[in-house]
Structures are given as structure tokens and as C-alpha cells.
């Protein structure tokens, strides 16, 4: 845990320093691309909010000067597989990047999303010494929550305070500089596989990049393409990726749930490769072409060459019609959500007081899927796509890149968690000279 | 030789895998660097020019080839006739003066204007004694044109070693005998005359009325001025108010014709007091005059 605890640490120092240096980059790491953004901050603050214009999410304060895109290799259901094969693909995108934005980037941010993402809520109390809450007490309450069993090899991802309570009162987002006698905190807790981020360390490490940060994709995803309303009132998204489908929930602007997947629109391909008896590339072509999963009378005649390379003329001159080839694709996609309708039950999603649910990522982009979508998981379904930031080129706007789009709104704004609070004397091990300093301080 | 398999169509190359070996990489991100890239374009070049001209410059030899090569230039470019001043004309100056002043400057003509050093030249002239002030300018044509304003003399100064001239400031002109006198000039004499010059010349113009009774002015001790008559006699005047003195006196030999008496000096130092000394044949004739003019009765002089 204390080890945990100064690794994260040392994350947010390197994102302080990035910051200052004015450079850093974001990387999205998926299973079926990897992306690379270069963001710019800039020290001053030239956005002047204005009639109609609001705080835009925090986006003005940095700028989008290098992105590129590539396929990804080595990587299974969101998880690095193979580290040499990841590496090249991290290589390509981040030299591209750098190369289009003319700088070198030494600070990079990292969403993955597959690891098996599992979500705690805890609580914890403490009563105050003093009347107002300060930074101490709420580094105190965090400290008090009880962590139960993560399981051996679980790492802790995020720990986010969701919801302070002071006494009788509820719903703070800030409890500091309020009076009070009791306060308790409400905290989600996301673990993941303690493997999949050991590998990522070494892929970013033989990248001689530095990791300023990690996030889950299904979170990242969330903040880019749910509104403010949503995040307030409760939502669900759905970042249907390659290999693995996170999804998160977000009430009163904090994410309180997220869960993944393991299937996506790699596995839609698969299918289609199988069903049809052609190659994954071709089968990848034919599925963004003329893929769909509702049927009409129209698509029986709607006749696609399915072309092959065996030498075989009859099996290179087969066609199909786009019906057959939604009927390969849909029952994938109906699995797909239907598992993301468990999560969400599991979850207890019903007991929200808004039910909105926003799909996004590559996968989303299926004409028809919102009909389906709203059949399997609730009427209020709709498509989201990712905040618009400056300087995004417009081929990466589209919802494939919400992950992306989101993990620099989260470097340049990042969440209040545990670690950014310090931790009381007690927790310290004992002996240790940082703790005498420590209760020094306090005492004196 | 032909191969046996027969391909059709265009053959295509295995899709080449786009990722940068690591060395690639890291090359890419070094060249990326700010301070590499600057390094790169504005430290090496510089360092590399600053290293050959050291290099170059290091051999003793080089640097005096260079530095002959520039003054050789130099030279030529002075030398040219553009530059160089062919005559000297001295304007307002005597024959006299005018030769004086071409043996201080004693130019070897023609030179170059750069070799010239006009502030040197121009005060080595006006160090000559009968030189006020001189301006010295190169005109086109190679022409060197001085122009004299020369010393006026005002007074002759008659001092233990002869008769000089002095102006009317009182510096040195020349010796009485060295110059033809334009026109008469007052004489004086006396240690530190040359400093009241201007005062002589006033006492002077006051004593015109006197014509050629006048000889000169003495300085007396530095401080007062004795007016000396043709005959030796001597008009004393006053460190104060000397002009007004001589007046007085002129008034008197306008009225008493005090100077055709037979004084030998009149005294106006005390300004209250005029004292007159007689010569000694007056002074008898005075005793004897009173002696008879005594009035036995009452012994009151009259005259």
C-alpha cells in the first residue's frame, strides 16, 4: 500500500514537472489502435469566457500540436500480450507524433483498458480534533478507510473520494474549511491486474518515456463524451473497443462504477472471418464497409464480393449479402451488450436517477446500433463522441478517439485521489524519521 | 536465367512494417531536443569558424603578411592624388610673419592629407609670437590655406634688456628693432607694465592734450603710474583714479599753466592734497620772495 502510495506520488511530481516544461503527451493504448496525442499547456490563460461560452471543461488551458494513430500489435482484450511488438507500435506512434508536433516529449500519460478493472466503494469516518476540516483531516478520513482484500496481484488504479459527509450533512464535494465534529468519506476504489501495469512500466520504460500517469480508458472515455448534465445526473458509458468493452458510471461528476468486457469489435471481426471463410483484414474491410446490425428487405440484395487469394476460382469468386453478413454480426453485438446489461444490473445502474447510457469507441460506429442498444440496455441510448479540444486534427475526432480525447482532458485536470492527500504520521512505519518530522510538524 | 515459377501481375511487396528500430528512434527524439538543435545550428558553425581563424591565425607569419597587406593598402589609397596637398597659402600676414610661419611649419610638400596633423600644425603657429590666432583648412585641389590674424603691437615697453612691442593685451610682439612702426606708439616702462596695458593706453589718451611734452609712462613699483615730461619732469598719479588725476592737472595748465612753471614734479598721489616739488633755483627765489614780502608788523606772508 505504502508502496503504491509513493509510486503514485511520484507520477503526480512528474506531471507537476511536465507541466512546467509545457509538453506532455497522452497515449492510448487499445487493442485494436494505438494513439498518441502531443499536448501543449501554455502558462497564460488567453480564453476569456464570454456570453454563451462557458469554462470549456478546463480545454483551453492546452493545445493538441502532434497526433498520429497506429495499429496496434502485441496487445489481447486491452492487455499488453506481447512486450517487443508493443513497444514498435508505442515507438511508431509516438515518433510520428513527436514528429508532427517538432518537439520531444519526455512525460506520457497512459490509459489501458482492459487488466480486468474491478470497483470498490469504501467508506471511512474520523472524529475532528479541531472545528474546521483541513487538508490533514481529509488526508486522515482517507486513511481511515478500511481496504478490504484486493487479492494477490491487484494494483490500485484509482481511489477516488466520491462524496464527503460532515455530521448530518451529505453531498459535499469539498468538506474543507467546514465545521464539524464527524466526517466520512465516501471513497471508489479501482483495482487492476498488479501484471498488466508491470508490463506497461517496462513497454513505456524501453520507450525512454517517462509515466506521468495512468488512467482506465472506460474513465477517460467517460469524461470526454458524457456532457456535464450526464456526469451530474448519472450516466453510463460504454467505450465499445477493440478487444474489450469498459464501461463506466458516473454520477454527481465522479465515476462510482467501472467494470470491462472482454469482447469488442475485434471479436465482431473474428466472426465474420470465420462465417464468411475470409481473411481477419478482409473481414475488417467488409465489417467498416458494409457492416450493420439491423436487417431490412434492401439487404437481400445488396450483393458483396467476398475476394480470396487461394488460387481456388470458386472460392475466390464467392459473394454474400449484406443481410447474411449482418446475421454473422449481430448476435456478437447483441452478446456484447448484453454483458454490459449484467455489469450494469450488477452494478445496481436501475437505482440511478438518470438512466442515460452513451456508447462510444470504434465499435460504436455500427449503423443501427443505437436501435439495438436501446432494445437490450434502456430507451435512453444515445451515440456520443469525444469533447472537441484545440488543435485535434479533425481525422481523430470521431468516437474511436474518445479515450484519447479524454485522457488529455484528465492530464491537463486530473481528480482529486488519495495520493494527493498526505497521509497522517500514524501510517507511517514506525522508526522512520519522516514520521518523527511529520509529528513534529503536527504537534508544533 | 529465367525463373520456372511464372508470376502474374504485378508483384507486390510484403507490406513493410512501419515501426522505427529503437536506434532510429532514439536518434529522432535526440535530433528532436531543443538544445541539440541549437547545438546543432548555431554552436557548431560558430565554433567551427572561431577554431579556423585561431588556427590560421595562430602562425606569427600570417598575422604580419595580413597585417602588411592592410597597411600596404592603406598606403596606396593615402597616396592617392585626390589626397594629397600640393601648396601652402598663408593670408593675412606680413611678408615677414608670413615667412616666419613657413619655417615652423616647414612642410615637405606635396603630402598626403592623412599625414597631415592640422590641431599640431595649427598650434605650432600659434606659437609664434606675432600670431594671434591662425585656422588651418585643406581646400579641394590639394590647396592648404592658413589664415593669420597677426598680433597689432599697441605699446613699446621699454625694459632692461631693450624696446620690445607689446599688443594690447600685453603679450610680445617683437623687438622695436625688428619691425618698421607703422605709426608712433606710446612708450612705457616699468616691471609689470605689460599687464596694465589697457590702463596705459587710457592715461595715455587722457595725456594727448600734453602733444610732445609727453614722453612716456612709468610703472612705479608695480602699482601706480608716473606720467615723465620731455624734460625729465614727472606727473606722479595715483593707484586709484589715475585718468582723473592727469585731468586735473591738464585743468590746472589750462588754468595756471602749471607746466610752463618751474616744477620738477607734481604730486597727485594723496588726491586731497596737491604737492608740488620746485626746483632749486625756484625754491630761492621763492625763500627770497617771501623774505621781502614779510610784513614786519605783523609777519604774515602774503602771496
Not at chain 1, 512528474?14 to 499547456?41: N, P, Y
Not at chain 1, 464539524?180 to 525512454?208: M, P, Y
Not at chain 2, 606659437?127 to 603691437?153: C, F, H, K, N, W
Amino acid at each position: 500500500m505504502s508502496m503504491l502510495y509513493q509510486s503514485q506520488r511520484a507520477m503526480r511530481a512528474k506531471r507537476q514537472e511536465a507541466m512546467r516544461r509545457g509538453v506532455m503527451a497522452v497515449l492510448d493504448i487499445g487493442t485494436h489502435k494505438i494513439s498518441c496525442l502531443v499536448l501543449r499547456f501554455d502558462q497564460k490563460q488567453d480564453f476569456v469566457p464570454a456570453e454563451g461560452i462557458g469554462s470549456m471543461a478546463g480545454q483551453s488551458s492546452f493545445r493538441v500540436i502532434g497526433a498520429a494513430t497506429t495499429r496496434s500489435r502485441g496487445l489481447k482484450f486491452g492487455e499488453i500480450d506481447t512486450c517487443q511488438e508493443t513497444e514498435r507500435a508505442i515507438r511508431t506512434a509516438v515518433q510520428a507524433a513527436q514528429k508532427m508536433a517538432q518537439t520531444r516529449v519526455d512525460h506520457v500519460i497512459v490509459s489501458l483498458a482492459g487488466a480486468r478493472p474491478r470497483s470498490y466503494g469504501l467508506d471511512g469516518e474520523v472524529s475532528l480534533t479541531a472545528g474546521t476540516v483541513t487538508d490533514a483531516d481529509v488526508g486522515n478520513v482517507l486513511a481511515a478507510c478500511d481496504v478490504p482484500d484486493l487479492g494477490r496481484g491487484r494494483e490500485i488504479l484509482h481511489a477516488q473520494p466520491v462524496n464527503f459527509s460532515l455530521d448530518n450533512r451529505t453531498g459535499l464535494s469539498d468538506p474543507r474549511g467546514h465545521v464539524g465534529n464527524r466526517l466520512s468519506v465516501d471513497l471508489h476504489l479501482l483495482t487492476i491486474d498488479a501484471g498488466a501495469i508491470e508490463t506497461l512500466l517496462h513497454c513505456i520504460k524501453r520507450c525512454d518515456l517517462e509515466l506521468a500517469g495512468l488512467a482506465s480508458a472506460g474513465y477517460v472515455a467517460g469524461v470526454s463524451s458524457l456532457v456535464e448534465d450526464e456526469q451530474e445526473l448519472g450516466a453510463a458509458c460504454i467505450d465499445m473497443g477493440g478487444g474489450a468493452t469498459s464501461l463506466s458510471i458516473f454520477i454527481k461528476k465522479h465515476m462510482i462504477y467501472a467494470d470491462t468486457v472482454r469482447m469488442g469489435g475485434d471479436h465482431v471481426t473474428s466472426d465474420i472471418s470465420q462465417g464468411l471463410q475470409i481473411p481477419m483484414s478482409h473481414a475488417e474491410r467488409i465489417k467498416t464497409r458494409f457492416g450493420g446490425v439491423i436487417a431490412t428487405g434492401m439487404d437481400d440484395r445488396e450483393i458483396i464480393e467476398l475476394e480470396g487469394d487461394t488460387g481456388d476460382w470458386h472460392h475466390d469468386r464467392r459473394t454474400a449479402t449484406r443481410a447474411e453478413l449482418i446475421g454473422v454480426m449481430r448476435p456478437r453485438v447483441e452478446e456484447i451488450l448484453e454483458e454490459v446489461r449484467t455489469r450494469l444490473d450488477a452494478a445496481g445502474f436501475e437505482h440511478l436517477p438518470s438512466q442515460r447510457i452513451v456508447l462510444t469507441g470504434g465499435a460504436s460506429q455500427i449503423p443501427g446500433l443505437d436501435g439495438l442498444a436501446s432494445r437490450i440496455l434502456g430507451n435512453q441510448v444515445r451515440l456520443g463522441r469525444p469533447l472537441r479540444v484545440q488543435g485535434l486534427p479533425q481525422s481523430t475526432c470521431g468516437p474511436a478517439f474518445s479515450a484519447c480525447v479524454g485522457l488529455a482532458l484528465f492530464a491537463a485536470y486530473p481528480q482529486d485521489e488519495w495520493w494527493d492527500f498526505e497521509t497522517p504520521s500514524d501510517r507511517y512505519p514506525a522508526r522512520s524519521l519522516k514520521r518523527a518530522v511529520k509529528w513534529f510538524r503536527e504537534n508544533w | 536465367m529465367r525463373p520456372l515459377i511464372a508470376r502474374r501481375g504485378p508483384v507486390t511487396e510484403p507490406a513493410r512494417d512501419p515501426a522505427p528500430s529503437i536506434w532510429s528512434y532514439r536518434a529522432q527524439r535526440m535530433w528532436l531536443t531543443p538544445i541539440y538543435r541549437r547545438f546543432l545550428r548555431i554552436g557548431l558553425p560558430s565554433l567551427a569558424v572561431v577554431m579556423a581563424l585561431a588556427l590560421y591565425l595562430g602562425d606569427e607569419q600570417q598575422r604580419t603578411a595580413i597585417w602588411e597587406h592592410v597597411q600596404e593598402v592603406r598606403r596606396e589609397i593615402e597616396d592617392r592624388p585626390e589626397f594629397r596637398v600640393n601648396l601652402m597659402g598663408v593670408d593675412g600676414a606680413s611678408p615677414a610673419v608670413t615667412a616666419q610661419i613657413r619655417g615652423a611649419v616647414s612642410l615637405d610638400l606635396p603630402i598626403s592629407s592623412f599625414d597631415l596633423d592640422l590641431d599640431a600644425l595649427r598650434a605650432r603657429i600659434e606659437a609664434l609670437p606675432a600670431v594671434q590666432t591662425a585656422d588651418l583648412r585643406i581646400q579641394s585641389g590639394g590647396y592648404l590655406a592658413v589664415r593669420v590674424v597677426e598680433r597689432v603691437p599697441a605699446l613699446i615697453w621699454q625694459t632692461r634688456d631693450g624696446a620690445v612691442l607689446i599688443d594690447a593685451e600685453g603679450h610680445f610682439v617683437a623687438g622695436l628693432d625688428e619691425r618698421p612702426l607703422e605709426r608712433p606708439l606710446p612708450a612705457v616702462a616699468g616691471e609689470g607694465a605689460d599687464r596694465v596695458v589697457d590702463e596705459a593706453l587710457r592715461i595715455h589718451a587722457a595725456a594727448s592734450p600734453l602733444g610732445d611734452l609727453l614722453r612716456g609712462l612709468v610703472r612705479m613699483g608695480d602699482r601706480r603710474w608716473d606720467v615723465v615730461l620731455t624734460d625729465g619732469r614727472r606727473i606722479l598719479l595715483p593707484e586709484q583714479g589715475a585718468v582723473q588725476a592727469l585731468d586735473r592737472t591738464l585743468a590746472l595748465q589750462d588754468v595756471a599753466e602749471i607746466l610752463s612753471r618751474d616744477v620738477v614734479r607734481i604730486d597727485l598721489r594723496n588726491p586731497d592734497r596737491l604737492t608740488v616739488q620746485l626746483s632749486d633755483a625756484a625754491m630761492e627765489d621763492l625763500r627770497r620772495m617771501r623774505a621781502l614780502e614779510l610784513d614786519p608788523l605783523t609777519g604774515e606772508q602774503s602771496g
